[in-house]
T-cell receptor
């Protein structure tokens, strides 16, 4: 069955380290998204991509970067992790604007 | 810009009680509206959606009607079960945006007691 996976599911890192969170989908969806989930804020969009080699900044993109070298993957990189980036991160994908987004299981990141 | 406001939780109900979770939105265009559900330890799943005014989305006994005049999309269920305990998110997608980015409300935690 087609799916969307994230790895790792849990990560603890230290302030200042570079961290990369993986997202992989097997639906061949064009659109992919990264969100962070924090209490009181719901989900906020970090970056998104409409296709290979396309990336765009979302609402809370500072300190994060993404790259899209193929259809299946959109890794999220924290260049220099900060405690404010402790959160749960969700990846999502959709085929196009007419259809809903499918979410991965999430990655819980703790920056100490 | 676009925004979604939903009632704060937690909402605690007894099994078989009636559920309403309020959701109102602000959008400059004509958005599509969604309810997503998040069970403990999992990602979000689409519960129902409505794409135009007066549409009613329904799934698993849940319903919500797109009310343009009151800019609302309240979630209702006639008889909740313990298995409905989860966090519910209201969201909108601006149709003018080809990438269908979602704007989420803050989420409402529902706890159903036996």
């Amino acid at each position: 069955d087609a799916e969307i996976t994230q790895s790792p599911r849990h990560k603890i890192t230290e302030t200042g380290r570079q961290v990369t969170l993986a997202c992989h989908q097997t639906w061949n969806h064009n659109n992919m998204f990264w969100y962070r989930q924090d209490l009181g804020h719901g989900l906020r969009l970090i970056h998104y991509s409409y296709g290979v080699q396309d990336t765009n900044k979302g609402e809370v993109s500072d300190g994060y970067s993404v790259s899209r070298s193929n259809t299946e993957d959109l890794p999220l990189t924290l260049e220099s992790a900060a405690s404010s980036q402790t959160s749960v991160y969700f990846c999502a994908s959709s085929v196009d604007s007419r259809y809903e987004q499918y979410f991965g299981p999430g990655t819980r990141l703790t920056v100490t | 810009g676009n925004s979604v406001t939903q009632m704060e939780g937690p909402v605690t109900l007894s099994e078989e009680a009636f559920l309403t979770i309020n959701c109102t939105y602000t959008a400059t265009g004509y958005p599509s509206l969604f309810w997503y559900v998040q069970y403990p330890g999992e990602g979000l799943q689409l519960l129902l959606k409505a794409t135009k005014a007066d549409d009613k989305g329904s799934n698993k006994g849940f319903e919500a009607t797109y009310r343009k005049e009151t800019t609302s999309f309240h979630l209702e269920k006639g008889s909740v079960q313990v298995s409905d305990s989860a966090v519910y998110f209201c969201a909108l997608s601006d149709k003018r945006n080809a990438g269908n980015m979602l704007t989420f409300g803050g989420g409402t935690r529902l706890m159903v007691k036996p």
